[in-house]
């Protein structure tokens, strides 16, 4: 139990193009999920928080408007990342809890390559 | 001084061997601690979930918490060459909101054939 499905797991696109990056969770209904970004060697980076029907939360030094985040539904929440840029490569993680206190269980990621 | 301290590695053992992973803190807040495992290219698989002081076993693997030192444990038995992977420690606390994780670098762990 506790799935969490990330699509897609790769994408190699343009520079200037917007990207969006699916996360779902196949068997609960998560009400916090989170995205963070990983670079190679490294631990993961929070980005935001989001709970369903609710703005997400940015952390500090994130553009929210570079980094869109919606979390329509108990199962789904998307990022999409704007105007992209060679700079924005790396690997993006989604997690999912299913309540408070519950631990997070997390995607298996989008590496994001902009060329 | 780091939240959250764990050595980075690399560890590497051979196959069969008791592995153990450790993590410190610093916040006597924290309250719910985890292990997760990830391999290359992959999100971060949850191996422990613990929320009191003691020893938690599932399988092979065992967590030990001790919150009067601020210290957690991994310890992985009968090592196998699947188990190469890098080993984050991670933990929360209620308060604040949605219970953000704070995590450890991770421990790269290899486990020779």
């Known amino acids: 139990g506790a799935v969490v499905s990330q699509h897609p797991s790769w994408v190699i696109c343009k520079s200037g193009t917007s990207v969006k990056i699916e996360c779902r969770s196949l068997d609960f209904q998560a009400t916090t999920m989170f995205w963070y970004r990983q670079f190679p060697k490294q631990s993961l980076m929070l980005m935001a928080t989001?709970?369903?029907?609710?703005?997400?939360?940015?952390e500090q030094g994130v553009e929210k408007d570079k980094f869109l985040i919606n979390h329509a539904s108990l199962t789904l929440s998307t990022l999409t990342v704007t105007s992209a840029h060679p700079e924005d490569s790396s690997f993006y993680i989604c997690s999912a809890s299913m309540q408070a206190v519950q631990p997070q269980h997390f995607g298996d990621g989008t590496r994001l390559s902009i060329l | 001084q780091k939240e959250v301290e764990q050595d980075p590695g690399p560890l590497s053992v051979p196959e069969g061997a008791i592995v153990s992973l450790n993590c410190t803190y610093s916040?006597?807040?924290?309250?719910?601690f985890m292990w997760y495992r990830q391999y290359s290219r992959k999100g971060p698989e949850l191996l422990m979930y613990t929320y009191s002081s003691g020893n938690k076993e599932d399988g092979r693997f065992t967590a030990q918490v001790d919150k009067s030192s601020k210290y957690i444990s991994l310890f992985i038995r009968d090592s196998q060459p699947s188990d190469s992977a890098t080993y984050l420690c991670a933990m929360t606390h209620r308060g604040g909101s949605n219970y953000k994780l704070t995590f450890g670098k991770g421990t790269l762990l290899t486990v020779n054939p």
């Open positions: 989001s709970n369903e029907g609710s703005k997400a939360t940015y």
């Open positions: 916040n006597s807040a924290f309250q719910y």
